[in-house]
């Protein structure tokens, strides 16, 4: 792992560990493992995609907090992504997360901070007879607009993502163990997450896309795979990000999880694939 | 790594877990999987233990009957598991109407019943399966005044 990269690991393990001290009276309200990760793009959700489930451990009389460091390297690329986010009573999720991505070739970087809002509509991952919902939007400001401005992005400076997302867990339903997943669909005009800007020659509609995550429960182990459609407005062939992972949580607040990813062709750069690992916290 | 394959691969394990899931629960119950009366006595036992020493959920079984408790909480257990038992006792929302049990606590309780099946040697596995079996209950228990 590069030098820079396990310099973040150990600052977040520091930040993590005071945190844990700090809220040690937190909220501590779901099973082990039933609320998920935080993703990508600093909302409550898996790896890449986002979940119908809040970032936190919050119950309805609650409030949760819910910081995460992730760090994604393929061939020709690499991002830094952290962030923090608080869920409130259950009930709606705020975050705020900032995109560092290294372009090797050019060796330049781009950044990118998105602002989230979740909010869920309805039921309980666990608990409730069909899938818990919630609705969210992102919005990304690109900090970096010259490279996407180059490739002819009709946005440069920030674009907003919708979604939708169901999400469930079934207690012992596989020999035993718990299966979880989650669906989403989103609006978005976003290439590349939004760090090469918003729409572009190929197409500048919204399109919708489809987003899934399913996994299996062990007691303190995850796995599984997800998948995440993507536009390609730029006319590059940008493609959909496929990936399988492990998460480990030794207990309620601190999850870690490693990933292989699958990306496709990124800004004309093909095959790009490689590993993603995150640390994160809930307290 | 061909990542489609590994998640078509990752989908079918799935659906043959399921249907094996699925031909075992005919050759045994839940209440034989976990081991029967004395499993649940045991569990009955270290649940009322786990309540006893935690003060936010003592306070709603302050004025229980401990004896007719675990005799009710026994027969429920066994009946739920698919056991040879007649749940005798009243019904959810009658036992917990007035407590207006809010989430935490019932997520609290939740937590309780699991340390009482970890402490009672119940496999990690069979206690998602009793779970699964209480969860439809959460709404004949939380916020009822």
């Given at each position: 792992?590069?030098?820079?990269?396990?310099?973040?690991?150990?600052?977040?393990?520091?930040?993590?560990?005071?945190?844990?001290?700090?809220?040690?009276?937190?909220?501590?309200?779901?099973?082990?493992?039933?609320?998920?990760?935080?993703?990508?793009?600093?909302?409550?959700?898996?790896?890449?995609?986002?979940?119908?489930?809040?970032?936190?451990?919050?119950?309805?009389?609650?409030?949760?907090?819910?910081?995460?460091?992730?760090?994604?390297?393929?061939?020709?690329?690499?991002?830094?992504?952290?962030?923090?986010?608080?869920?409130?009573?259950?009930?709606?999720?705020?975050?705020?997360?900032?995109?560092?991505?290294?372009?090797?070739?050019?060796?330049?970087?781009?950044?990118?901070?998105?602002?989230?809002?979740?909010?869920?509509?309805?039921?309980?991952?666990?608990?409730?007879?069909?899938?818990?919902?919630?609705?969210?939007?992102?919005?990304?400001?690109?900090?970096?607009?010259?490279?996407?401005?180059?490739?002819?992005?009709?946005?440069?400076?920030?674009?907003?993502?919708?979604?939708?997302?169901?999400?469930?867990?079934?207690?012992?339903?596989?020999?035993?163990?718990?299966?979880?997943?989650?669906?989403?669909?989103?609006?978005?005009?976003?290439?590349?997450?939004?760090?090469?800007?918003?729409?572009?020659?190929?197409?500048?509609?919204?399109?919708?896309?489809?987003?899934?995550?399913?996994?299996?429960?062990?007691?303190?182990?995850?796995?599984?795979?997800?998948?995440?459609?993507?536009?390609?407005?730029?006319?590059?062939?940008?493609?959909?990000?496929?990936?399988?992972?492990?998460?480990?949580?030794?207990?309620?607040?601190?999850?870690?999880?490693?990933?292989?990813?699958?990306?496709?062709?990124?800004?004309?750069?093909?095959?790009?694939?490689?590993?993603?690992?995150?640390?994160?916290?809930?307290? | 790594?061909?990542?489609?394959?590994?998640?078509?691969?990752?989908?079918?394990?799935?659906?043959?877990?399921?249907?094996?899931?699925?031909?075992?629960?005919?050759?045994?119950?839940?209440f034989e999987e976990m081991g029967g009366h004395s499993t649940i006595?045991?569990?009955?036992?270290?649940?009322?233990?786990?309540?006893?020493?935690?003060?936010?959920?003592?306070?709603?079984?302050?004025?229980?009957?401990?004896?007719?408790?675990?005799?009710?909480?026994?027969?429920?257990?066994c009946?739920?598991s698919?056991g040879p038992?007649?749940?005798?006792?009243?019904?959810?929302?009658?036992?917990?109407?007035?407590?207006?049990?809010?989430?935490?606590?019932?997520?609290?309780?939740?937590?309780?019943?699991?340390?009482?099946?970890?402490?009672?040697?119940?496999?990690?596995?069979?206690?998602?399966?009793?779970?699964?079996?209480?969860?439809?209950?959460?709404?004949?228990?939380?916020?009822?005044?």
């Amino acid at each position: 792992m590069p030098r820079t990269a396990s310099n973040i690991m150990i600052k977040s393990l520091i930040f993590l560990l005071i945190f844990t001290a700090s809220f040690a009276y937190g909220a501590d309200g779901k099973l082990l493992g039933t609320s998920g990760l935080v993703q990508i793009e600093g909302s409550g959700g898996g790896g890449l995609v986002p979940w119908a489930t809040l970032s936190g451990l919050d119950s309805d009389s609650e409030v949760s907090f819910s910081p995460f460091v992730s760090y994604v390297s393929v061939q020709d690329y690499s991002l830094k992504s952290y962030g923090i986010s608080g869920s409130f009573y259950d009930q709606l999720e705020v975050s705020i997360n900032r995109h560092e991505f290294e372009v090797d070739a050019l060796k330049t970087e781009l950044k990118q901070d998105i602002y989230g809002v979740k909010y869920r509509v309805y039921g309980d991952i666990v608990y409730s007879k069909w899938p818990q919902i919630s609705v969210g939007l992102m919005h990304k400001k690109l900090k970096t607009p010259a490279i996407a401005d180059a490739l002819g992005a009709t946005q440069t400076n920030s674009g907003t993502d919708f979604y939708i997302s169901a999400a469930k867990v079934h207690l012992g339903l596989l020999a035993g163990y718990n299966l979880v997943w989650n669906t989403t669909l989103r609006a978005s005009k976003a290439n590349e997450l939004g760090l090469l800007g918003f729409g572009g020659a190929n197409n500048d509609n919204y399109k919708l896309n489809f987003e899934a995550t399913a996994g299996v429960v062990l007691r303190h182990i995850a796995f599984g795979v997800e998948y995440r459609q993507k536009p390609d407005n730029l006319g590059l062939n940008e493609d959909d990000w496929m990936d399988v992972f492990i998460s480990y949580f030794p207990n309620k607040h601190i999850s870690l999880t490693l990933a292989y990813l699958d990306l496709g062709s990124i800004a004309g750069s093909d095959t790009q694939s490689g590993y993603y690992i995150s640390i994160g916290g809930q307290f | 790594m061909n990542l489609r394959l590994l998640s078509i691969a990752f989908v079918v394990l799935v659906i043959i877990s399921l249907s094996g899931c699925k031909l075992t629960q005919h050759e045994q119950s839940l209440f034989e999987e976990m081991g029967g009366h004395s499993t649940i006595t045991k569990l009955t036992e270290n649940f009322v233990d786990e309540i006893s020493r935690n003060q936010e959920i003592f306070k709603y079984f302050a004025r229980s009957d401990v004896v007719r408790f675990k005799q009710k909480f026994s027969e429920h257990i066994c009946m739920l598991s698919g056991g040879p038992c007649k749940y005798t006792g009243d019904n959810m929302v009658d036992v917990h109407t007035g407590m207006n049990i809010n989430e935490h606590d019932f997520n609290l309780g939740v937590e309780l019943l699991i340390n009482a099946m970890n402490r009672s040697d119940i496999p990690h596995t069979t206690q998602n399966k009793i779970l699964a079996t209480l969860v439809p209950h959460r709404q004949d228990i939380i916020y009822l005044e």
